[in-house]
């Protein structure tokens, strides 16, 4: 089960990367796609995918220093599935 903490303000994409304003987390594993994601502070991140569909960024808090996945929205998971011709196992 996924949960969000916030939604997505904007996002952009230019060719592979999507960039975005706002963020949103939860719990998951996943393999490595060919896709990056690129945060308002020009930071870049390779984005997986779980086994389900869900597709993530790895972060570390700037505040506690902990590692944690950054769900992307709905509307890129679709996007990335499709390019993918990801089949839910």
Same mark, same amino acid.
């Given at each position: 089960?996924?949960?969000?903490?916030?939604?997505?303000?904007?996002?952009?994409?230019?060719?592979?990367?999507?960039?975005?304003?706002?963020?949103?987390?939860? =719990?998951?594993?996943?393999?490595?796609?060919?896709?990056?994601?690129?945060?308002?502070?020009?930071?870049?991140?390779?984005?997986?995918?779980?086994?389900?569909?869900?597709?993530?960024?790895?972060?570390?808090?700037?505040?506690?220093?902990?590692?944690?996945?950054?769900?992307?929205?709905?509307?890129?998971?679709?996007?990335?599935? =499709?390019?993918?011709?990801?089949?839910?196992?």
């Amino acid at each position: 089960m996924f949960s969000s903490i916030t939604s997505y303000a904007q996002v952009a994409r230019e060719g592979n990367t999507f960039k975005v304003t706002t963020t949103q987390t939860t =719990k998951s594993e996943g393999q490595q796609t060919r896709y990056t994601w690129e945060d308002k502070k020009g930071n870049k991140y390779p984005i997986y995918i779980t086994k389900n569909g869900a597709v993530y960024i790895n972060r570390k808090s700037a505040k506690t220093g902990k590692k944690y996945k950054q769900y992307l929205s709905k509307e890129i998971r679709e996007q990335i599935q =499709k390019e993918l011709n990801f089949k839910k196992k």
